[in-house]
């Protein structure tokens, strides 16, 4: 113990003369200025106090205030120059890793340490697959997730001085949870004389009362911000502009004014027109105060003209209008001061569409593409970095972004911003027990904090490209927190994991608990996927599906995907369903997609004999194998090639490449928990994900032994889906647990029909086996049930038995001679020996898992 000690006790000095030396440095020197400049600089004194008598501290502040990057080195700095340093052990966790990542960048720069690898000593991030830390880390960025991973290996956090809880007010699962993880620490450590540990949560909006009443009433310190004046507008007040200024009929006063205000003249450009009238905004010398008068825009426009109206009924709001949003950037960027331009999209194919088409523009072209830079959460960290660099002169910075660039990250130079007014969240849907990205508007919350980005350095715009009516009658105030509007599976998962007692219990002591019915569903899924046993007793099988970040479902079909050496397929079926399938379907082409569909499954694909009639009836294979095509044609003939595919065979481009992305993030999550081995080269940054894509479905890899398998492969995706299974035999009806019965007439074409209780239900017309009179197997899985003119199973495969009686579960079959197990009907059907063996085989799969 004395040993330990003194080595702490020689490391703290050591840490402080440190400090102390590099106090003399100039860079050092000039950091320490600007950051003295920050609106938090000013609470320094006061959050290290309260720190003193308080466990738990709430610091809020405007984004860019200082939060982030400076309450943690207050901590630091204190520790080090008071001699504790070599005690110190502060983490801070970020709901997304780009912004781990970078912060941690930013304040190892700040602190001047030494280059090579100035981060991953005295200051290290570490998120999922990649990590920059040593022996020597006093301050670690990391995401909630990791931090939660921690929590698994030491319940306590020993030696963890300070945890910092970063924006706790985006209110994200994890955020939530680790809050109830470090309520319960809190209380526990208060009766104990252990060292202590200190709690701080950072928070951006105004409601932090709600986390000082949930943590005892714990004091609240707010930086008083410092932003300038933003202008507002929306799309009507776009558009009016367009009108106005293009029609000759407007009333005279109006373009007197017009005119008046557009001191620059018309501007002679390659858009004409449309941009001649966009430049009334004003030339750039007096941007704010004089051109754009948001008076002259709101009272003069009251009623709107004939042709807004027209434009605004038909305008869509539900698209992006690229048109529109190339003219503005470009107008901006011709006729606005300095600035860089910030555009919030919703997800990353908009991103590279938008830069696309400004790459190819006349403005954006040549040495200006180079500062056009897309930013979202996959976005390499060295590229990353250059949003927040100046570009050169006669350079304008255009940024186009994610939701990222709305809190967690702060560039300076931002003066404009368009903002899409939408984002990408995670959604539920209880139809396919799956949680998908979906895109859906923002929260005004969200709108303002957008449009506050644009005013950091000065006054500046921001451009809506929605309505107002939209902002203030359609779109909620406050986005609802993840807790209350998601399942509960992955959490439970967690409490399980964790140890942290009964799932409802410890859920109820949220900040805002989660409904009672949401609680019970997600413990019984659990029951039913085999995560769960006995009294909320983690299985084998739980275990490892608690440790992979993926919904239960589509975890337990990538376990068994790679156990039993069919990952590729299996990687690419469940990216499809967790995304969507890529088939679309052109105005009156259905006829010619079903043909497309025939063609593609009738195909072989590499000579090798993988399509016989059985794999004909299953719209997941169908998908795998279009897949499969698109890639072997992208990475032999090229991106062309692969859209003229696409093209051909009513593919969306886009959809398959969401799916390669899916299929590389799902490889990496189960090389994360030592399924799997990926290429060290990946993780080290130097593997391209397309390669690693390529990697993952080689033929040779142990994990693709039985690739060709397709029964297999059906068998595998029976264990993801189960019980969503429905007979289609004549004369049994499968009671499974979605109580679909077969109805006791063929439909006109002789194909099956059921009944769910209340309605018809019938195969999806999209479905290649909608049409299928006679199939080869009595059950089909399926992916969900939905309700339009009628109730269709949507995406299903034709399955045998024996997938059934080895990966699902329980099924009661209505027979002659009255109900019957599965393994019952078998034994009825001559494949009694089977039965038997399959159930062997069921065991010794649960025997793997444990031994995994
Ligand atoms: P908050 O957490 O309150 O939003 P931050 O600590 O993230 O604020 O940022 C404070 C300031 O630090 C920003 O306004 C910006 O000036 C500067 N800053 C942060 N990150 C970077 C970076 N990577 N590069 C340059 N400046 C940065
Ligand atoms: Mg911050």
Request: with cysteine; charged share 25%.
């Amino acid at each position: 113990v004395d040993r330990k000690k003194y080595a702490k006790d020689a490391e703290s000095s050591y840490l402080r003369q440190e400090q102390e030396s590099k106090r003399k440095l100039k860079k050092y020197k000039e950091m320490l200025c600007s950051r003295a400049a920050l609106p938090i600089a000013g609470l320094k004194v006061d959050i290290l106090q309260m720190l003193k008598e308080n466990d738990v501290l709430v610091v809020c502040g405007e984004t860019g205030s200082g939060k982030t990057t400076q309450v943690p080195q207050f901590i630091l700095d204190d520790m080090i120059e008071s001699g504790h340093g070599g005690n110190c052990n502060i983490i801070c966790t970020q709901p997304r890793r780009i912004a781990a990542i970078s912060v941690a960048e930013r304040v190892a720069d700040e602190r001047c340490e030494p280059s090579p690898g100035a981060v991953g000593s005295l200051v290290g991030y570490q998120v999922r697959l990649d990590s920059a830390r040593n022996e020597k880390t006093k301050l670690l960025f990391c995401t909630t997730g990791i931090l939660l991973r921690k929590l698994a290996g030491d319940r306590s956090l020993s030696g963890i001085t300070h945890v910092i809880v970063d924006e706790v007010h985006e209110r994200s699962l994890l955020g939530d949870f680790l809050l109830i993880v470090l309520k319960n620490l809190i209380e526990k450590q208060s009766s104990q004389d252990t060292p202590k540990l200190k709690v701080i949560l950072m928070s951006a909006t105004v409601d932090s009362n709600l986390f000082s009443r949930y943590f005892g009433q714990c004091p609240v310190l707010t930086a008083q911000g410092r932003t300038h004046p933003v202008t507002n507008y929306f799309l009507e007040d776009i558009y009016e502009y367009i009108n106005y200024n293009l029609a000759s009929d407007a009333p005279a006063a109006l373009r007197y004014e017009t005119s008046a205000i557009d001191k620059s003249g018309p501007v002679d450009n390659h858009r004409g027109k449309k941009n001649l009238v966009l430049s009334a905004w004003g030339d750039d010398s007096q941007l704010s105060e004089d051109c754009i008068n948001p008076h002259y825009i709101s009272t003069s426009y009251q009623t709107y003209s004939e042709q807004t109206q027209k434009n605004l009924k038909r305008l869509n709001e539900e698209i992006i209008d690229y048109d529109l949003l190339e003219d503005l950037i470009c107008y901006v960027d011709e006729t606005c001061g300095e600035g860089a331009i910030l555009i919030f999209l919703p997800g990353v194919s908009e991103i590279y569409m938008l830069l696309d088409r400004l790459v190819a523009s006349y403005r954006f072209g040549g040495p200006s593409s180079d500062w056009v830079l897309p930013l979202h959460s996959s976005i390499a960290s060295k590229d990353q970095k250059k949003v927040f660099l100046w570009p050169p002169d006669n350079i304008r910075k255009v940024i186009i972004a994610t939701n990222i660039a709305e809190t967690s990250l702060t560039i300076d130079d931002v003066v404009y911003v368009i903002d899409c007014g939408k984002h990408k969240e995670n959604r539920y849907n209880p139809q396919k027990k799956l949680t998908s990205m979906v895109e859906d508007w923002i929260s005004q919350a969200n709108a303002r904090q957008r449009r506050g980005r644009a005013g950091r350095v000065k006054p500046g715009i921001c451009f809506c490209l929605y309505t107002r009516h939209r902002f203030e009658k359609l779109m909620r105030p406050y986005q609802v927190p993840e807790m209350l509007r998601m399942p509960l599976v992955e959490l439970s998962l967690q409490i399980k994991l964790l140890s942290l007692g009964h799932i409802k219990p410890f859920l109820s002591k949220a900040l805002e608990p989660p409904r009672e019915e949401a609680m019970t569903s997600a413990i019984s899924l659990l029951y039913e996927v085999g995560a769960l046993e006995g009294d909320e007793q983690l299985t084998p099988l739980g275990h490892h599906l608690a440790k992979l970040p993926v919904d239960v479902l589509i975890g337990k079909m990538l376990l068994y995907g790679a156990i039993f050496g069919c990952l590729s397929p299996i990687l690419s079926i469940s990216a499809f369903l967790s995304y969507k399938s890529p088939f679309v379907y052109p105005k009156d082409e259905k006829q010619n997609v079903e043909r497309a569909k025939l063609a593609l499954l009738a195909d072989k694909i590499d000579g090798s004999n993988d399509s016989n009639y059985n794999d004909r009836l299953s719209d997941h294979l169908l998908m795998m194998v279009a897949y499969k095509k698109w890639e072997k044609i992208l990475s032999e003939r090229g991106f062309k090639a692969a859209q003229q595919f696409c093209a051909t065979y009513f593919l969306s481009s886009s959809v398959m490449h969401m799916i390669r992305d899916m299929r590389t993030q799902f490889g990496t999550l189960l090389a994360d928990i030592g399924l799997i081995s990926i290429p060290k080269s990946y993780q080290a940054g130097r593997m391209k994900k397309e390669n690693l894509d390529s990697w993952l479905s080689e033929k040779s890899q142990p994990f693709n032994m039985y690739s060709h398998h397709s029964s297999l492969v059906k068998a595998i995706l029976c264990a993801g889906l189960y019980p969503n299974v429905a007979a289609t035999e004549h004369g049994i009806t499968a009671a499974t647990l979605n109580g679909l019965k077969q109805s006791s007439r063929p439909g006109k074409k002789g194909h099956p029909i059921w009944y769910d209780g209340r309605r018809e239900v019938h195969i999806h017309p999209s479905s290649v086996n909608c049409n299928v009179k006679a199939f080869p197997h009595p059950f089909l899985v399926f992916l969900e049930k939905v309700e339009t003119n009628k109730v269709f199973l949507r995406d299903t495969t034709i399955i045998s038995p024996f997938s059934i009686l080895l990966f699902g579960g329980a099924i009661n079959i209505q027979h002659q001679t009255g109900l019957l197990t599965i393994d019952g009907w078998l034994k009825l059907t001559a494949s009694a020996q089977y039965a038997v063996l399959f159930k062997e085989l069921r065991s010794t799969l649960h025997a793997l898992l444990k031994e995994l």
